[in-house]
Structure formats: structure tokens, C-alpha cells
């Protein structure tokens, strides 16, 4: 019996732009009717509840960092009933960090034709993957917010900048994250013209060497292994499957800590000095600043935010 396969494809996304005509018929060829096709304008729309309502088994998202939050948030929220399929995210964004962290390598067409050759070969329960818990940021008031990173301080400025300067420009991939990191270090050395590196104020609860209110240059946690181009700037240990790393404002020899930091090597860094890290349940946070889940931003509105997990969801790659 073929497999209920349901995909959902941003058109809007920098790798598939100027090819939909052939992604659009390779994706009908793979889900026949069960394919539905979105713009960004369009993803806090019903068209994802009524693509989920239909029950697919394997659910294919073809888009970047941001379609897969906005479909998480869907899959995983509140009161939702009916089985959750399996996902499979095909990296066509100009930002694809969650897809390269699930496994998923090569252009969406490559990856839609490995997995309609795998789809004729296996059922759908067969295809490698699996399961992840996935980061859940709650706020009174406000539906939960799911994905595999979040950012304030810096990295929020830098999804701003990036925003404005690079997803215009028509780069995608590892080029324009290399850009992006590229004006973060140049923020950090001195070069910091756009008031980049300016500090956000917090008051985390749930990490150890991170009491009270304090200013910090970066806030981040994430249930990825690999964030942009490789890098995993978290070194902490414990249980919980949440990475949670803070730098605070103005840190003692951020120099030469910046590599150990970024390549996930501080365990000889001390938060008296700034640095903090650890892998956690939980964090609650009172942030005094806009803050970003998988790219992109929202606003904390002075309302503490509940860091957790939610799932599992069951990923496979091709």
C-alpha cells in the first residue's frame, strides 16, 4: 500500500525560486493531489492545519529554517489531535541550519528525486531517520512557539541585519551564512557601526553561574548538535537535552575565547568571566528584548518565557 505522503513547499524559498515549475511537478509526481504549495506571506495561514488535517504519513517541507518552525508549530500544538507523521525537511531556504543538523544534504530537487527513488523501493515507515525533541518557547497568552533554536542579543540582531542586507541579495546556503557570521565577528572585534553587539538584559532561571539580572551580549539554547557553518557553541554538561549558552556583556578576553566558544572547547572558560554553558530541561527567562526562534523574531513584551521540549517528532532524510 503506498504511503500517504503530504508535502508542503515554500515557494518563496531561495533555493527553489526560480525552479518551481520543475519542483512543482516532481512534488505532485511524489503526494499526487496531497501537495500544497505556500509563500511566506501565507505560512500563518490554515493551509498547514488543513494539510496536517489530512493525516499524510510522511510529511515532506520544502523550505528553510522558517517554513519548518511554522509547520513544528502546527505539528506540535496545543490540543492538536491524529497521529504525527514523520518529516522530512528538504534544505530550499536561504538558511537551511535545521535541515543540515537533521542530516539532509544536496539541492531540493536532488533530495526529491532520492526520495521518490526511495519512496518506489520502501515504504515510508522504512526510510532512515530519527527521533528529535524539539525546542518550545511558551508565553502567557500566546500559542507556544516550537522549533530547534533560539537567540537573543547579538544573534537576534544578526537575524535583523541578515534579514535587511543578505536574504535581499539573493544568496543562500552556506555563502550567506557565512556572510552573516562574518559581521558578527566583525561586530565583536570593533567593527560594530550598527550597534550590533549592544547587550540585551535578562534574568535566566535554570543555569548554573547565571543569577539575576544581568546584561549579555549573547543568549542561546538549542536542541541542534550544529548551527551555522558548522559551529557548536555550546560545551556544558548535564542531562537535559536542551544547550543553553550565555556570553555575558563586555566578557573577559572574548578575543581569544572566541574560537573555544564557537567550536564548543570552553570548558576551561568560567562564568565569573562571562561564559556559561549547559544542557538543561528547562530555562525560564524575564528578556528585556526581541528574541528569535529558527530565524525568525518576535518580541518577549516583558513576559517570562518558558524554555522546554515538546515531542518527539520523528525526522528521516534521504
Known amino acids: 500500500m503506498k504511503a500517504r505522503v503530504g508535502i508542503l513547499c515554500n515557494s518563496d524559498s531561495g533555493r527553489v525560486r526560480s525552479r518551481m515549475p520543475e ?54 500544538a496545543p490540543g492538536r489531535t491524529g497521529p504525527t507523521p514523520a ?6 531556504g536561504t538558511t537551511n541550519m535545521s535541515a ?31 527521533p528529535r525533541r524539539i525546542l518550545q518557547v511558551t508565553r502567557a497568552g500566546s500559542a507556544p512557539l516550537c522549533g530547534m533554536f533560539f537567540g537573543a542579543g547579538i544573534i537576534a540582531r544578526g537575524v535583523d541585519y541578515f534579514s535587511s542586507h543578505v536574504r535581499t541579495s539573493g544568496m ?26 549592544a547587550p540585551v538584559y535578562a534574568e535566566i532561571e535554570g543555569m548554573e553561574g547565571v543569577t539575576g539580572r544581568q546584561a549579555f551580549m549573547a543568549i542561546l539554547a538549542s536542541v541542534a548538535d550544529r548551527l551555522l557553518l558548522g559551529t557548536r557553541p555550546y560545551w556544558g554538561s548535564g542531562p537535559g537535552p536542551i544547550h543553553a549558552t550565555t ?29 556559561a554553558s549547559a544542557n538543561v530541561h528547562s530555562l525560564t527567562m524575564n528578556l528585556e528584548g526581541p528574541f528569535v526562534i529558527d530565524g525568525q523574531c518576535y518580541d518577549a513584551s516583558g513576559t517570562a518565557l518558558i524554555l522546554g521540549t515538546a515531542g518527539p517528532v520523528h525526522f528521516v532524510y534521504v
Open 23 to 76: 519542483v512543482r511537478a516532481l512534488c505532485r509526481r511524489i503526494a499526487g493531489a496531497d501537495y500544497t504549495e505556500v509563500d511566506g506571506a501565507s505560512l500563518d495561514g490554515p493551509l498547514i492545519a488543513e494539510l496536517l488535517s489530512r493525516q499524510p504519513e510522511l510529511l515532506v517541507v520544502v523550505g528553510g529554517d522558517g517554513t519548518l518552525h511554522a509547520v513544528l508549530g502546527r505539528l506540535l
Open 87 to 92: 518529516v522530512l525537511a528538504v534544505p530550499a
Open 100 to 130: 543540515l543538523d537533521l542530516g539532509v544534504r544536496g539541492r531540493p530537487l536532488a533530495v526529491l528525486e532520492r526520495l521518490c527513488a526511495g519512496l518506489e523501493q520502501r515504504a515510508a515507515a522504512a526510510l532512515p531517520g530519527r
Open 172 to 197: 543562500t546556503g552556506e555563502l550567506a551564512s557565512g556572510l552573516v557570521m562574518a559581521r558578527f565577528l566583525g561586530a565583536l572585534l570593533g567593527a560594530d557601526r550598527g550597534g550590533l553587539s
Open 247 to 275: 556570553v555575558r556583556a563586555q566578557p573577559a578576553r572574548l578575543l581569544a575565547s572566541m574560537l573555544p566558544v564557537l567550536r564548543g572547547r570552553g570548558a576551561a572558560l568560567r562564568a565569573e568571566d562571562g561564559y
